[in-house]
C-alpha cells in the first residue's frame, strides 16, 4: 500500500487523536488550576467516563454492525458523532462562567461523559470501515498473513 493512501486514511483522525490527547494528558490539571475544581472531584468524573466508554464501544459496535443506512453502517455514525464531539469538547473546556462548584463539576461531568459517549460513535466504526472498503480479502487479513509469512 503506498505511504500517501496510509497518509490519507489518518489524515481525518488527526484532529480526534488531538483532542483525546490533550483531554488525556492535560484535563486534570486544567481543570483543577483553571477552572477551580478539587483535582480528587475531577479524577473521579475522569475515571468514571473512562469506565462508560470501556463499556459503550462495544455496544456501539454492535449497533454500528447493524445499521443499515444510506450513507453506508459506518459513516452514519461517524456523522451522527461528528457535532456531540464537538459540544461536549466545548463544554468541557469552556464551561459558563458563574457555576457553583457543585454546578461547575455536574456540567464537566455532563461534558464528559459526552465525550466518552460520542467519540466511540466516531473512533468504533472508523476504525472498522477499512475492511469494508477493501475489494480483496488479502487486504483485510494482510497482518496476519505477513505475520504467518514471517514464521
Known amino acids: 500500500m503506498r505511504l500517501s493512501l496510509v497518509a490519507a486514511w489518518a489524515a481525518p483522525a488527526l484532529p480526534l487523536t488531538f483532542a483525546v490527547a490533550l483531554l488525556s494528558t492535560y484535563y486534570v490539571k486544567f481543570g483543577a488550576d483553571v477552572l477551580g475544581v478539587a483535582p480528587g472531584a475531577l479524577g473521579v468524573l475522569f475515571g468514571l467516563s473512562r469506565v462508560w466508554e470501556g463499556l459503550a464501544s462495544p455496544w456501539i459496535g454492535f449497533f454500528s454492525d447493524r445499521t443499515r443506512s444510506g450513507l ?3 459513516r452514519s455514525w461517524m456523522l451522527a458523532g461528528s457535532l456531540p464531539v464537538a459540544l461536549a469538547l466545548v463544554m468541557v ?3 459558563p462562567d458563574g457555576l457553583s462548584e457543585r ?3 455536574g456540567w464537566l461531568g455532563m461534558g464528559l461523559f459526552g465525550v466518552a459517549t460520542a467519540m466511540p460513535c ?6 472498522a470501515l477499512p475492511a469494508e472498503l477493501s475489494q480483496r480479502s488479502l487486504d483485510r487479513t494482510r497482518l496476519f498473513v505477513r505475520i504467518r509469512s514471517s514464521c
Do not use: F
Open 122 to 127: 466516531i473512533d468504533v466504526p472508523r476504525l
Open 93 to 95: 473546556w469552556a464551561p
Open 72 to 74: 453506508g453502517r459506518r
Open 103 to 105: 454546578a461547575l463539576l
